[in-house]
């Protein structure tokens, strides 16, 4: 992965020399080549980061690709990197990865499980959620992309709509409980990622899960580049 980035950079810092030689930029300031090139540097490395991600769906690795960059960036990891460690503090359980300028929480089946075929959250699954509220209430400027997953049993178009409903589901509960609806986005991908063998009870079991993307939001962002002066 470090690699990879370096790869990158070396590519952007290549275009950037070329673009600041360009005749047509020569008479720009310094600020707007600055905001150019950051630009130009964060597509790449969000491309690079967004295909990067450990498991999970390429739509999440989509979401969590994106890349602000600069001091402006590393103000909101920063920021992200306390609240990943306050996720993995409150629910023990979770798997919990920073990527990127977000961080990206997987709940297993064990830590959110729903009625059998159907959507509807086990109590066990609500008091896990309970202990995630309070972190997400302390990190309000956050968005949170919610995806659900099934194993394979059973018809392909059956599981997409119940990935749907139990993402949705998740969301639902979250907003009763005071968060801002208007945070959350969800998305039912059915049997597709898997993370584990389907031919197996335990694969299956670690497939049906839901998955959580976690980024900054545009008042995060604001904020961000106004504590870095940008």
Known sequence: M???IMYSLSVVFLAATLFTSCEAVKNTNKTQRGAAIGTAAGAVLGAVIGNNVKGGSSELGAVLGGVVGGVTGGIIGNKMDKQAREIK????GAEVERVGEGIKLVLGENAVRFDT????LTAQAQANLDKLIPVF?????TDITIFGYTDSTGAVEYNQKLSEQRAASVKSYLAGKGLSVARFTTKGLG????IADNETVEG?????????AITANEKMIEDAQKEAGE
Request: aromatic share 6%.
């Open 89 to 92: 503090e409150a629910l023990p």
């Open 2 to 4: 470090k690699r990879v």
């Open 204 to 212: 299956r079991s670690k497939n049906r899960r839901v998955e959580f």
């Open 137 to 141: 209430q302390s990190y309000a400027d």
């Open 191 to 194: 049997i597709a990622d898997p």
């Open 117 to 120: 075929n159907k959507s509807t």
